[in-house]
């Protein structure tokens, strides 16, 4: 799996990055099978505008389609693992939701 990682007012330093691309590979490792592409995006606010860190993860997933999901706190390592959990939780019921060939859903049938 192929992680890019994106750094914005952040100091892009390569202990930072190898801690980002750490923590996103221990998380989603059981799912990254599925992936073709991966991006950690990390966003910190400027000194002067103040609030809260955001973390976005966007993935491509084999057999077409994205997910995109953010997480935010005050602690960028909180927002990294906000958006990681929330990533893992939507892929798993994205995955979960499509159908396997030769399986179909049930249906109910009034009666």
Do not use: W, Y
Not at 74 to 90: E, Y
């Amino acid at each position: 799996m192929q992680i890019d990682i994106r750094l914005t007012n952040t100091l892009d330093h390569p202990i930072l990055r190898e801690a980002i691309e750490r923590r996103t590979r221990s998380t989603l490792t059981r799912l990254s099978p599925q992936l073709t592409a991966l991006t950690v995006s990390v966003s910190t606010p400027t000194l002067r505008e103040g609030g809260q860190t955001a973390c976005r993860v966007s993935g491509a997933l084999h057999g077409g389609g994205t997910l995109h999901v953010t997480g935010s706190d005050a602690r960028p390592h909180r927002a990294l693992d906000a958006a990681l959990r929330r990533f893992r939780h939507t892929m798993r019921r994205t995955l979960d939701r499509r159908v396997k060939p030769g399986h179909h859903r049930s249906r109910l049938t009034a009666g």
